[in-house]
């Protein structure tokens, strides 16, 4: 036996006349004193970062009907965007903008780029480079740690041990060397050097390599 297909009829609580009709969506504008009967929070509400200011986007693909240029309101629409606005609304009774979607899928917005922030150990021991060759491999990216002086660029390094140190690369002949290795491999993260001073005196320069020194 054949389903018999029934019909409701729900007389609408509200008709906005002034409506501006696109192909999925409308825009009007609500009197404070129809903004409760209107309008529902959501906690469903999609995430975005910014709002319009004194205007809300609603889903009335459950809640509206146009007919002709009117637009007929049967139940109250669940806010997407425009939380703050709807509340502003209400503490002012001011009216409100609305935009509301009639037909169609509401889709997730796609999420947010993040720029990664490298966060260091900055109070981890400092080593000294010494006259003898040091096998480093090189933890980190260039950062700063604060000394007597200021800010220094270091890097995070682990010695032959396995032991985490920082070591300070502002040298003109420590710093370009490490350049040149991070312009050949993209980054300084994970590369091998050795490294040395040429003598004992704070003037003395450095010198590094990727090769195991003979």
């Known amino acids: 036996m054949a389903g018999i297909r029934a019909q409701f009829t729900l007389p609408p609580f509200a008709t906005i006349k002034n409506v501006f009709f696109f192909p999925n969506w409308c825009a009007f504008t609500i ?32 809640a509206a009907l146009k007919a002709g240029q009117q637009l007929k309101l049967y139940r109250a629409s669940p806010i997407l965007v425009g939380h703050n606005s709807y509340r502003n609304a209400l503490i002012q009774q001011s009216a409100l903008t609305c935009i509301s979607l009639l037909k169609g899928a509401v889709l997730a917005p796609p999420p947010e780029e993040s720029i990664p922030v490298a966060q260091y150990d900055t109070i981890s021991t400092r080593l000294f480079i010494t006259e003898q060759w040091q096998k480093l491999t090189i933890t980190s990216e260039v950062f700063v740690t604060i000394t007597r002086r200021g800010y220094a660029p270091s890097l995070l390094v682990c010695t032959r041990t396995g032991e985490q140190r920082h070591v300070i690369v502002g040298a003109k002949t420590f710093c370009e060397p490490l350049e040149k290795i991070r312009l050949q491999r993209g980054s300084l993260d994970g590369a091998l050097i050795y490294v040395r001073k040429t003598g004992p005196s704070q003037m003395d320069t450095y010198q590094v390599t990727t090769e195991a020194p003979h």
């Open 31 to 62: 009197p404070p004193r129809l903004l409760v009967a209107v309008i529902t929070p959501s906690p469903h509400a999609v995430p975005l970062r910014e709002e319009i200011e004194s205007t809300v986007i609603l889903d009335s693909r459950h």
